[in-house]
Structure formats: structure tokens, C-alpha cells
């Protein structure tokens, strides 16, 4: 119903000279997404007002809604030539006039959690990189032709977005920030297990798709009032430090069905770990969060395993943030479980003395597009200490690429063998008592393995090697500064 809009938008983008990358057509398509759904929102709600006889105070006084600037109407209903600005006019009102009124909704906002704090941080941030009015006028024409009334538009928009994100992520190093495959996320919702009155928590929260995706496993069925209330507004919470991820987490969220989500633009490791409180805390966490950043001393000061390695310390917030009894999936670099510096074996033992870290999926390279680095995710519960460890070696049988992505099949194999830690020649058990408590090495090794293995393809050696030596830099980097 709407694809072919989508691909006009882009087309119209590509040939916008302000947006040059992927990047920027998700940012620019989401703002105008926004106010369009807003709008819609807001006539909705305003209808069912004066059905029941209430006056309905829209948040968005009427200079500044969609249908008064971006899609005017005539009496008739028709679109009104007339008062739809275009070209210079139409830049001049958006940069100068309505990006500023927007930005000033979280000053006058009740609370973090409202529609208008939203809307203020969002428009603070992004910017419109239109410089052509003619083609900003073209591209508000196509976006009002689409619809958020019924849940199947909302399914279809969610999906397009989805689209445009999954391209967005696959265009570069700087897009593959913000995805994650999400057949991968699915397989660690599915160990995880979801239920109805926890709270789940990203506090990497990217592109929002572990939320969103854990919004649609638990949607699933025929939910009560009071169970969808508790989707909506108690259930999906994210921390997001980057501007166009934040928005873009937002808007996908919304796409999605849950209508003000529970997202705030925060750097999460900010955040003193000494002062997470009970209250703080989460029944499930799912996060991918980046790795191979370089946190600045002051940062590292909130955690009590030092290391400027940005992974490590969102393990530790994880690991703080999770309720006892409380279940995780966290996405996380594959030489995290062998690397022999102090903060890795300190974190390692942190790990497995706090939480029981019974699962280990070992992801080929490839998995994420652009990483360069190989991945594995961890899954482990608070409150017991690890006695053994469960393995699985995922191997679709291919060279894993753009056009050889990950699918929901590649993982089916590891979701069913880890409901009863299956042994097979993927998959194995390793006891405590076997680990090392010197070092806590917790190497992929498969002892059931067949002996002979097949040659490695040239091209996972060279990403390996690259990604060996910008991890070398770095650690030189850091013995300079210390010099």
C-alpha cells in the first residue's frame, strides 16, 4: 500500500543536494513521519472528544500543525494551492519558525515522560537539511498521502522504517550503530522470555529494535485493557546518547503502537553505578551496545572496573541494573570472553560470580555488517553464581554478507537446542570447575567439533586482521597518553 511512497521519498532525497547519505534520508524522512503522525494523533483524539462531548487542547497550537503548513485544505477538503508555502518560503518558515517553536516544548514540558518533552528533545537535535524548498514541498506531498488510522497501516509503515533502517545500518560503519538483525534480536527475545508486567530495558537503545521487537512477541494474543495499558506505558524503557539514533528510536517505537515511548537522550554511562537503586532496576534487559569506543576518565570513574573499552562498561551497567532473578541477552565483541587485561578478567569474574552466565552464542563474522569484529551474545540471570556454561557455535553454512544475510532459520537450530542445552556438534557444556580462576578464559572452544575443519575464506582473515590491528592502535594510543 505505502512502499511505492517510500521509494519516491527516497528518490526525492537522493536528489536533495543537503542529504548525502543513508543516514540522512532516515533522519529527514522520520521528522516529517513525526509531525504527520502527531497530527494525525491529535485529530484522532480531538474527534472522539467531541463524540462524547469534551473540548479537546491540542498540544500543537494551529499555525504549526501539519494540515496548517505542511498540507492545507480547502473547505472542500482539496489540497489549497494557495496557502501551501513551497521554495523559499516554505525553508524559510520551517528553519527559522517551526523547528524553534517544536525545540521549545521540553522547557515547558511536565516531565521526561510526556509527548512534549519528546517533541522538544527531538527537534533540539535534528535539523532539516532540505535546501530546496521545491524538493522539501515534494516530499511533504508524499508523506501526507500516508495513514496511521488502522493497526494494518501502522504494521506496513513499521515495516518500510524497518526497511529504511536495515539500509541505513548496511550503508556503513557510522549506520551499523544504530541495527541489529533482527532475526538475531528475536532469537535472544525468545531465550529471554518476555512476560507480561516486567519491565525491559535497553540502555544502548540504538534504532529501539530489541524493544520493538519485544513489543511485538509480547502483543501477540488476545491482551486485556489493562495488559495493553501495561505495554504502553510501563513495560519498554531505553537510554540513548546519539541525536539521529534517539530520533530514530522514537519514531520507530511509535510505528510500532506504543505511542509515547519511554526513551530518554541521556548518556547512560553518565551515570554513577553507586547510585542505581532498587527502584532502577530492570526484570529483563536486551542491548547491543557499541564497542571499540574510548570512554574519557571522568566516565570511567562511575564504574569500579576501569577501562575505557565502552562495551565493558554498559556490561557493568547492565549487570547493576538487573533485579535479582532478573534474565539478560547482551550482544558484546567475541574477544571480550579471552582478552588477558585486568579489566576484562575482572569483568569476566564480575560476571560469574554475580550472575549465573549460563549461555554463550558464538555469532560468525559477517553477523553484523560493517563491524569488522566477530560477536557473541551473553545470557545470564542475577542473583546465583555460574556452575556451568552452554555453548552454541552458530554457523548458517555460508559467507554471511549484505546479500547473504542473517534469517530467522539460521537461529532456529540454537533457540530449540537451548531450551534443554542440547549437546551436538555446534553445541557443548563447560563446568565452572573447568574454568580457569586465574584468567576466567571463557574461549570458544568446540570439543565435539569434527577435527577436520574447513579453511577459513580469505576474506574473514583480512576483516580479522584489520580489526586486530585498529584494536593494536588503540591500545597503543592508550600507553602514549600515559607516557
Request: net charge negative; with cysteine.
Amino acid at each position: 500500500m505505502f512502499e511505492q511512497t517510500f521509494r519516491n521519498i527516497d528518490d526525492v532525497l537522493w536528489k536533495e543536494a543537503g542529504c548525502s547519505s543513508e543516514l540522512d534520508y532516515t533522519e529527514q524522512t522520520s521528522w516529517m513521519l513525526f509531525l504527520k503522525y502527531l497530527d494525525d494523533l491529535e485529530r484522532a483524539r480531538a474527534m472522539e472528544a467531541e463524540l462524547v462531548g469534551r473540548s479537546y487542547e491540542y498540544i500543537i497550537d494551529e499555525p504549526h500543525r501539519w494540515s496548517a503548513w505542511a498540507a492545507p485544505r480547502t473547505a472542500a477538503g482539496a489540497f489549497d494551492q494557495d496557502r501551501a508555502l513551497t521554495g523559499d518560503d516554505l525553508i524559510a518558515f520551517v528553519n527559522n519558525d517551526l523547528f524553534p517553536y517544536l525545540e521549545g516544548f521540553w522547557r515547558r514540558a511536565t516531565g521526561p515522560d510526556t509527548i512534549e518533552y519528546k517533541i522538544g528533545e527531538i527537534f533540539g537535535e535534528i535539523r532539516n537539511k532540505f535546501r530546496s524548498g521545491y524538493s522539501l514541498r515534494d516530499a511533504l506531498d508524499l508523506v501526507d498521502t500516508l495513514r496511521f488510522g488502522s493497526q494494518k497501516e501502522k504494521h506496513e509503515l513499521s515495516q518500510l522504517y524497518e526497511s529504511k533502517i536495515a539500509r541505513m545500518g548496511n550503508a556503513g560503519r557510522n549506520g551499523g550503530e544504530y541495527y541489529t538483525p533482527r532475526p538475531l534480536i528475536r532469537a535472544m527475545i525468545q531465550v529471554v522470555k518476555p512476560v507480561i508486567g516486567e519491565r525491559v530495558y535497553d540502555g544502548a537503545v540504538g534504532s529501539a529494535g530489541f524493544l520493538c521487537e519485544a513489543y511485538d512477541y509480547l502483543r501477540k494474543g488476545n491482551l486485556t485493557t489493562g495488559q495493553l495499558h501495561t505495554l504502553q506505558n510501563r513495560t519498554f524503557y531505553g537510554r540513548e546518547k546519539k541525536s539521529l539514533a534517539y530520533v530514530i528510536a522514537i519514531m520507530n517505537m511509535i510505528l510500532h503502537g506504543i505511542e509515547t515511548p519511554n526513551i530518554v537522550h541521556t548518556n547512560t554511562l553518565a551515570e554513577n553505578l553507586s547510585d542505581i537503586q532498587e527502584k532502577d532496576r530492570y526484570d529483563v534487559i536486551l542491548a547491543n551496545p557499541p564497542f571499540g569506543g574510548k570512554e574519557r576518565p571522568e566516565i570511567q570513574k562511575n564504574f569500579p572496573i576501569r577501562t575505557g573499552e565502552t562495551a565493558f562498561l554498559f556490561l557493568q551497567h547492565f549487570i547493576k541494573s538487573l533485579k535479582a532473578g532478573g534474565r539478560a541477552a547482551i550482544v558484546i565483541k567475541n574477544t571480550f570472553l579471552s582478552n588477558s587485561d585486568n579489566a576484562s578478567r575482572a569483568l569476566r569474574e564480575e560476571l560469574l560470580t554475580s550472575c549465573n552466565l549460563h549461555t554463550i552464542l558464538d555469532c560468525p563474522s559477517g553477523t553484523f555488517q560493517g563491524a569488522g569484529v566477530k560477536t557473541a551474545v551473553l545470557f545470564f540471570e542475577k542473583g546465583a553464581p555460574t556452575r556451568k556454561i552452554w555453548y552454541y557455535q552458530l554457523n548458517p553454512g555460508r559467507n554471511m554478507g549484505k546479500t547473504n544475510a542473517l534469517n530467522d532459520n539460521d537461529l532456529k537450530e540454537f533457540v530449540n537446542f537451548q531450551a534443554s542445552y542440547l549437546v551436538s556438534e555446534r553445541s557443548w557444556t563447560v563446568r565452572m570447575d573447568d574454568v580457569d580462576r586465574g584468567t576466567f578464559d571463557l574461549s570458544v572452544r568446540n570439543p565435539t567439533m569434527p577435527e577436520e575443519a574447513p579453511l577459513r575464506d580469505p576474506q574473514d582473515i583480512l576483516d580479522e586482521i584489520a580489526a586486530l590491528d585498529a584494536e593494536s592502535a588503540k591500545i597503543l594510543a592508550g600507553i602514549r597518553e600515559m607516557v
